[in-house]
């Protein structure tokens, strides 16, 4: 039986998590709705990176539910997903193409497909003559392309981002945006996480602003504008952040 649209895509409920002593998540819940773009934002060391690796079950939980698609994420769910890690890897001494034929086969891709959606991809991203170079003699900027097109290859039905314009120029910060936007109007679900508030602005549906392992805002922009007298998210950022009680163990 097919899910209703209002079934939550993420779902975090009472999510706890500490290393040794240290309390990391304290009791957070949200959820992410279907086809939206959702903002996960925070200072360093606030919990982003922590809850999106145990929403992936990279660590474990102390206690709460981290659901996708309404069950327990593991390697083998069917779920379609592509994730950017802030942690960038690639097989640099590889060839672009081939790296990203290898990846396109292990989403599971037949072989031509994954070839012809990467020279499709790196035309688009204005690197359609570097198929055949190899990857260490690319740019940092164009090797993030690259990884942000094995990211969303094959239509990821979730798509979580991890900070995906570092290091990107004005221009290329746009196609960027341009590909997420795609990807949502084609009903993709987005977890974006970036400290750039005017791409929260012009992309997100509704956001969620960490502090120490808790949720300082949450909801749509509007409604966290209104919550703190209509100022603006750079603002907002600061005003909650610009604290300097906060670790960086995220």
Avoid at 5 to 10: H, R, S
Avoid at 24 to 37: A, Y
Avoid at 105 to 127: I, N, P, R
């Amino acid at each position: 039986m097919a899910k209703s649209p209002a079934t939550p895509m993420v779902t975090v409920k009472d999510f706890s998590i500490s290393f040794g002593k240290k309390k990391i998540i304290d009791r957070l819940s949200f959820e992410v709705n279907r086809g939206e773009v959702f903002g996960f934002l925070g200072s360093n060391g606030s919990g982003k990176t922590t809850t999106i690796r145990s929403l992936l079950g990279i660590y474990g939980a102390d206690s709460g539910q981290l659901l996708i698609d309404g069950k327990t994420f593991s390697v083998d769910s069917d779920i379609k997903l592509g994730y950017l890690p802030e942690e960038r890897g690639l097989y640099k001494k590889e060839s672009v193409i081939d790296t990203m034929v290898y990846f396109g086969q292990l989403k599971g891709m037949a072989k031509a497909d994954a070839k012809q959606w990467s020279l499709d991809y790196l035309k688009k991203v204005d690197l359609g003559d570097k198929a055949t170079t190899r990857l260490d003699k690319l740019s940092g900027g164009q090797q993030q392309k690259i990884q942000v097109g094995i990211t969303v290859m094959n239509d990821p039905e979730l798509l979580i981002l991890d900070e995906p314009t570092k290091g990107f120029d004005p221009v290329n910060r746009r196609l960027l945006m341009d590909i997420i936007d795609e990807h949502r109007r084609g009903g993709a679900t987005v977890i974006f996480v970036t400290h750039q508030m005017e791409e929260v602005e012009k992309l997100c549906d509704r956001i969620i602003l960490l502090k120490n392992g808790k949720a300082e805002a949450y909801g749509t922009i509007k409604d966290v504008k209104n919550k703190f007298g209509g100022a603006s998210l750079d603002d907002i950022f600061v005003k909650i952040y610009d604290n300097k009680d906060e670790v960086n163990h995220a």
